[in-house]
C-alpha cells in the first residue's frame, strides 16, 4: 500500500515510468517477442515473475482489522486504524488546480540557466522579462458544466453503476434525506430506495433536470469558498436548518479547488451519525477522462487510484479532524476491471479487464459536545475544536491537554463560562502566532500562549487585544508608551517565561476602565526602577533571573488597580532583603514546577485511560470472534427462529 507521502511516491513513480518502458516493445522494431523470452533461462525468468506477482499480491491485502469490516458493505480495501496523516495539510497551492490554470515562464529556459547558476553557487538575478507569465485563460466553471457540458452525460460503465447502486444499497435507507454534491442526470441510487428529500448541487441545470430522484436542485459553484470554513453559499447554510442523513458526492472529489472547505460544508450540513460517501472512478477510464479532464485537478491527473484513495481520506482528516467516525476505504470495482490500484511496472502487459474500476472513501460524522463535561473536559474541548478554523490539528491536540487541565482547576462556573467562551476565539490567537518563527517560537510555546490566553476570563480578544498580542510577538512595531520599555527590560527572560508575562499582560488590554489604562502605563514606565533595585540588592542574580523576578512582582501589585500605590510598591520593594527577593525567585519556579509536572501527570493519566479503554475493546473483541466461532446456535433471517447449527454450517 502506498504510504501518504505523495510527492515522494509521484518522483518514485515517474521513475519507474521511465525504466518500465524498457519492457513496451516499440512499434517501429521487430522483436520477436516470443524468442526474446525464451532467450532467458526458465530458472532467471520464472521465479522472477513469480516473485513479482507475490508481491503485487501482498500490496493488494486489505489494510484493515476485524473490527473494520464488522457490519460494512464489500470491498472494504482501507480500515480506520490504517490512514495515517502528516500533522499539517501538505498539499501546495498548486495541487488543487487544473493543469492548464497553471502559469508557466514564458521563457523556460532561461528559468533553467538561473537555476543551474544557483546550484553552481553563483546566484544570478533573472530579468524582468524572464519574470513574464504567459497570460492563461482559466476555466470559467460555471460556463464550462452549464454550457460547454451542458449536454454531455456523465454516465458510468454499466458494471461500476451495478457496484455503485449495490454500495450505496448498504448505507442509504428509506426515509433518509440526502444532500447529493456535484448531482447531474443519474444519482445511480437504488430503484425501489424510497427517501425524504434529496437535493442536489451543482451547475449543469440541464442534467440536474433529467434527474427522477431529486426533490430540490441547487446551483451552486463548489469552488467558490471562504478559506478555511465552508462553500461560499448562502442557500446552502440555510440547509443547516434541516440537517441530511446523508451527503454523497459522486465523481466529483476530482474537480474541487478547495477540498477542504466542500468537506467542512457536508460536516456541517450533515446530522450527527450521518455518513458522507465519496465515491470516484479510476483516472484511467479514457471516456471520462476525455470528457472532464480539462476541469480535473493535478492531483488527479498525477496520481494514481490507490493514491487518489489516501489523498480522498486527508479531506475528511484536514476538514474536521476527530469529527469524522468510521473513516473507511473501499475497492467496489467490478470483477471485469483492471488492478488500477498498484502500478504494475512490467506485468502490465499480461493484464487484461476493462478500466472500469470503481472506489468510495466515506466517513460518519461525530457528535459535538453542546457543553464541557465536567468528567472528561478534553474530550468535550477538543469535540468544539473540531471545525475551528486556522488551527491545523496539530495545534489543537497541543493546545486540548493545557485547556482541560485549566479548566478543572477553575474555581468558579464564571471562569469555566469563560473558557468555553474562548475556544471560539482561539483562531484569532493562532493567526497571529502562525506567523512566528516555528524554531524561535515552538508549537509548544504557541500552545502555551493560546491556553493561557484563553483560560484569562478577561480575555475577548478583541481588536485591541489582538494588536497588543501582535506588538509583544514582535509582529508589529512596538508602542513606544508600553512594548518597547518592556521588551527591553525583559530581553534576557526565558521564552516559556515571557509566554507567561505575555499572557497576562494582553487580557489587560481594551477593558474601557480608564484605571486598568493607567495601570498598564503604570508598569512600563515602573519596570526600569524595579529592576534596578532587584539587582542592587541582589548583584549575582543572573540577568535573566533577576529580570523576570522585577517583571512578576511588579505585575502583580501594580497591574490589578487599586491593589498598590507606586509609593506603597516602591516601600514594599525597598524593604525587601536579597533573601526575601531570592526566596520570591525561588517559590516562582517551584510553581511553575508543579504546573509542568501536573500537565505530565494529567497527560500520562489520560493516555493510561485511553490505553485501558482500548485493551478493553480488543479484548471484547476477542471474545466476540471467539463466541462467533464456538457458537452452536444462530439466528435463520428465513425462518425467523434461532436453530443448532453444525460448525460446516456456520463457515
Same mark, same amino acid.
Given at each position: 500500500?502506498?504510504k501518504?507521502?505523495v510527492?515522494?511516491?509521484?518522483?518514485?513513480?515517474?521513475?519507474?515510468?521511465?525504466?518500465?518502458?524498457?519492457?513496451?516493445?516499440?512499434a517501429?522494431?521487430?522483436?520477436?517477442?516470443?524468442?526474446?523470452?525464451?532467450?532467458?533461462?526458465?530458472?532467471?525468468?520464472?521465479?522472477?515473475?513469480?516473485?513479482?506477482?507475490?508481491?503485487?499480491?501482498?500490496?493488494?491485502?486489505?489494510?484493515?482489522?476485524?473490527?473494520?469490516?464488522?457490519?460494512?458493505?464489500?470491498?472494504?480495501?482501507?480500515?480506520?486504524s490504517?490512514?495515517?496523516?502528516?500533522?499539517?495539510?501538505?498539499?501546495?497551492?498548486?495541487?488543487?488546480?487544473p493543469?492548464e490554470?497553471?502559469?508557466?515562464?514564458s521563457n523556460?529556459?532561461?528559468?533553467?540557466?538561473?537555476?543551474?547558476?544557483?546550484m553552481?553557487?553563483?546566484?544570478?538575478?533573472?530579468?524582468?522579462?524572464?519574470?513574464?507569465?504567459?497570460?492563461?485563460?482559466?476555466?470559467?466553471?460555471?460556463?464550462?458544466?452549464?454550457?460547454?457540458?451542458?449536454?454531455?452525460?456523465?454516465?458510468?460503465?454499466?458494471?461500476?453503476?451495478?457496484?455503485?447502486?449495490?454500495?450505496?444499497?448498504?448505507?442509504?435507507?428509506?426515509?433518509?434525506?440526502?444532500?447529493?454534491?456535484?448531482?447531474?442526470?443519474?444519482?445511480?441510487?437504488?430503484?425501489?430506495?424510497?427517501?425524504?428529500?434529496?437535493?442536489?448541487?451543482?451547475?449543469?441545470?440541464?442534467?440536474?433536470?433529467?434527474?427522477?430522484?431529486?426533490?430540490?436542485?441547487m446551483?451552486?459553484?463548489?469552488n467558490?469558498?471562504?478559506?478555511?470554513r465552508?462553500?461560499?453559499?448562502?442557500?446552502?447554510?440555510?440547509?443547516?436548518?434541516?440537517?441530511?442523513?446523508?451527503?454523497?458526492?459522486?465523481?466529483?472529489?476530482?474537480?474541487l479547488?478547495?477540498?477542504?472547505?466542500?468537506?467542512?460544508?457536508?460536516?456541517?450540513?450533515?446530522?450527527?451519525?450521518?455518513?458522507?460517501?465519496?465515491?470516484?472512478?479510476?483516472?484511467n477510464?479514457?471516456e471520462?477522462?476525455?470528457?472532464?479532464?480539462?476541469?480535473?485537478?493535478?492531483?488527479?491527473r498525477?496520481?494514481?487510484d490507490?493514491?487518489?484513495?489516501?489523498?480522498?481520506?486527508?479531506?475528511?482528516?484536514f476538514s474536521?479532524?476527530?469529527?469524522?467516525?468510521?473513516?473507511?476505504?473501499?475497492?467496489?470495482?467490478?470483477?471485469?476491471?483492471?488492478?488500477?490500484?498498484?502500478?504494475?511496472?512490467?506485468?502490465?502487459?499480461?493484464?487484461?479487464?476493462?478500466?472500469?474500476?470503481?472506489?468510495?472513501?466515506?466517513?460518519?460524522?461525530?457528535?459535538?459536545?453542546?457543553?464541557?463535561?465536567?468528567?472528561d473536559?478534553?474530550?468535550?474541548?477538543?469535540?468544539?475544536?473540531?471545525?475551528?478554523?486556522?488551527?491545523?490539528?496539530?495545534?489543537?491536540?497541543?493546545?486540548?491537554?493545557?485547556?482541560?487541565?485549566g479548566?478543572?482547576?477553575?474555581?468558579?462556573?464564571e471562569?469555566?463560562?469563560?473558557?468555553?467562551?474562548n475556544?471560539?476565539?482561539l483562531?484569532?490567537v493562532?493567526?497571529?502566532?502562525?506567523?512566528?518563527?516555528?524554531?524561535?517560537?515552538?508549537?509548544?510555546?504557541?500552545?502555551?500562549l493560546a491556553?493561557?490566553?484563553?483560560?484569562?476570563?478577561?480575555?475577548?480578544?478583541?481588536?485591541?487585544?489582538?494588536?497588543?498580542?501582535?506588538?509583544?510577538?514582535?509582529?508589529?512595531?512596538?508602542?513606544k508608551?508600553?512594548?518597547?520599555?518592556?521588551?527591553?527590560?525583559?530581553?534576557?527572560?526565558?521564552?516559556?517565561?515571557?509566554?507567561?508575562?505575555?499572557?497576562? =499582560?494582553?487580557? %489587560?488590554?481594551?477593558?474601557? @476602565? #480608564?484605571?486598568? !489604562? $493607567?495601570?498598564?502605563l503604570?508598569? /512600563?514606565?515602573?519596570?526600569?526602577?524595579?529592576?534596578?533595585?532587584?539587582?542592587?540588592k541582589?548583584?549575582?542574580?543572573?540577568?535573566?533571573?533577576?529580570?523576570?523576578?522585577?517583571?512578576?512582582v511588579?505585575?502583580?501589585?501594580i497591574?490589578?488597580?487599586?491593589?498598590s500605590?507606586?509609593?506603597?510598591?516602591?516601600a514594599?520593594?525597598?524593604?525587601?532583603s536579597?533573601?526575601?527577593?531570592?526566596?520570591l =525567585?525561588?517559590? %516562582?519556579?517551584?510553581?511553575? @514546577? #508543579?504546573?509542568? !509536572? $501536573?500537565?505530565?501527570?494529567?497527560? /500520562?493519566?489520560?493516555?493510561?485511560?485511553?490505553?485501558?479503554?482500548?485493551?478493553?475493546?480488543?479484548?471484547?473483541e476477542?471474545?466476540?470472534e471467539k463466541?462467533r466461532e464456538?457458537?452452536?446456535?444462530?439466528?435463520?433471517?428465513?425462518?425467523?427462529?434461532?436453530?443448532?447449527?453444525?460448525?460446516?454450517?456456520?463457515?
Amino acid at each position: 500500500m502506498v504510504k501518504f507521502n505523495v510527492y515522494a511516491v509521484a518522483v518514485f513513480l515517474a521513475t519507474c515510468a521511465v525504466s518500465g518502458s524498457a519492457f513496451v516493445p516499440q512499434a517501429t522494431q521487430s522483436v520477436n517477442q516470443e524468442s526474446a523470452l525464451n532467450a532467458l533461462p526458465p530458472m532467471i525468468i520464472g521465479p522472477m515473475i513469480k516473485r513479482m506477482r507475490q508481491e503485487q499480491a501482498t500490496k493488494k491485502q486489505p489494510m484493515i482489522e476485524a473490527e473494520d469490516a464488522r457490519g460494512q458493505a464489500p470491498g472494504i480495501r482501507v480500515g480506520g486504524s490504517a490512514w495515517k496523516w502528516p500533522p499539517i495539510w501538505p498539499y501546495g497551492d498548486d495541487f488543487f488546480i487544473p493543469t492548464e490554470d497553471q502559469p508557466e515562464p514564458s521563457n523556460p529556459q532561461q528559468s533553467l540557466q538561473n537555476m543551474a547558476g544557483m546550484m553552481g553557487g553563483a546566484p544570478q538575478m533573472p530579468k524582468p522579462e524572464d519574470l513574464e507569465v504567459e497570460e492563461i485563460e482559466k476555466l470559467d466553471v460555471k460556463k464550462y458544466w452549464g454550457e460547454e457540458k451542458g449536454d454531455v452525460r456523465t454516465a458510468l460503465d454499466e458494471e461500476a453503476a451495478e457496484k455503485l447502486t449495490e454500495h450505496f444499497r448498504f448505507y442509504l435507507k428509506p426515509g433518509m434525506s440526502i444532500l447529493e454534491f456535484g448531482a447531474a442526470e443519474n444519482s445511480y441510487f437504488p430503484k425501489d430506495l424510497e427517501i425524504s428529500r434529496h437535493v442536489g448541487v451543482g451547475l449543469n441545470e440541464k442534467l440536474m433536470n433529467e434527474n427522477p430522484s431529486l426533490t430540490e436542485k441547487m446551483m451552486v459553484d463548489l469552488n467558490n469558498v471562504v478559506p478555511e470554513r465552508d462553500v461560499d453559499s448562502d442557500e446552502l447554510r440555510k440547509l443547516k436548518a434541516e440537517p441530511f442523513d446523508a451527503v454523497v458526492m459522486t465523481n466529483t472529489v476530482d474537480f474541487l479547488t478547495s477540498p477542504r472547505e466542500v468537506f467542512r460544508t457536508a460536516w456541517y450540513l450533515l446530522k450527527p451519525g450521518g455518513i458522507m460517501l465519496v465515491p470516484f472512478t479510476t483516472k484511467n477510464e479514457k471516456e471520462y477522462v476525455g470528457k472532464f479532464e480539462r476541469a480535473q485537478v493535478k492531483a488527479w491527473r498525477e496520481f494514481n487510484d490507490d493514491q487518489h484513495m489516501w489523498i480522498t481520506g486527508s479531506f475528511f482528516q484536514f476538514s474536521a479532524g476527530e469529527g469524522w467516525e468510521q473513516l473507511l476505504g473501499f475497492d467496489i470495482s467490478p470483477d471485469s476491471a483492471k488492478d488500477n490500484l498498484e502500478n504494475p511496472g512490467p506485468l502490465s502487459m499480461f493484464q487484461g479487464g476493462k478500466d472500469n474500476n470503481m472506489y468510495v472513501v466515506q466517513a460518519v460524522k461525530a457528535a459535538a459536545a453542546d457543553d464541557i463535561d465536567e468528567e472528561d473536559p478534553e474530550k468535550s474541548i477538543s469535540s468544539k475544536m473540531w471545525m475551528l478554523p486556522t488551527m491545523e490539528d496539530r495545534d489543537k491536540k497541543l493546545v486540548g491537554p493545557r485547556l482541560a487541565r485549566g479548566f478543572i482547576k477553575a474555581t468558579s462556573e464564571e471562569k469555566k463560562s469563560a473558557i468555553a467562551a474562548n475556544l471560539a476565539r482561539l483562531p484569532k490567537v493562532y493567526e497571529a502566532l502562525i506567523k512566528m518563527d516555528q524554531f524561535a517560537f515552538t508549537f509548544q510555546a504557541q500552545s502555551q500562549l493560546a491556553a493561557d490566553l484563553a483560560l484569562d476570563p478577561d480575555f475577548t480578544a478583541s481588536d485591541e487585544q489582538i494588536k497588543a498580542l501582535k506588538q509583544g510577538l514582535g509582529l508589529l512595531n512596538p508602542s513606544k508608551e508600553f512594548w518597547e520599555p518592556v521588551g527591553m527590560n525583559t530581553a534576557n527572560v526565558e521564552l516559556s517565561e515571557k509566554v507567561n508575562l505575555l499572557a497576562y =499582560l494582553v487580557p %489587560r488590554f481594551g477593558s474601557g @476602565d #480608564e484605571k486598568q !489604562d $493607567e495601570a498598564l502605563l503604570a508598569y /512600563a514606565s515602573g519596570l526600569e526602577p524595579t529592576l534596578a533595585v532587584v539587582r542592587s540588592k541582589c548583584p549575582d542574580m543572573p540577568d535573566s533571573d533577576a529580570e523576570l523576578l522585577a517583571a512578576e512582582v511588579l505585575a502583580a501589585e501594580i497591574l490589578i488597580p487599586g491593589r498598590s500605590t507606586r509609593e506603597e510598591f516602591a516601600a514594599w520593594l525597598g524593604s525587601m532583603s536579597q533573601a526575601d527577593m531570592e526566596g520570591l =525567585l525561588k517559590a %516562582r519556579r517551584s510553581y511553575n @514546577d #508543579e504546573a509542568s !509536572d $501536573e500537565l505530565a501527570a494529567f497527560r /500520562a493519566a489520560k493516555e493510561a485511560e485511553n490505553q485501558r479503554i482500548e485493551d478493553l475493546r480488543k479484548r471484547y473483541e476477542a471474545q466476540v470472534e471467539k463466541a462467533r466461532e464456538e457458537r452452536t446456535m444462530a439466528f435463520n433471517p428465513r425462518t425467523k427462529k434461532f436453530q443448532v447449527l453444525s460448525k460446516d454450517e456456520d463457515d
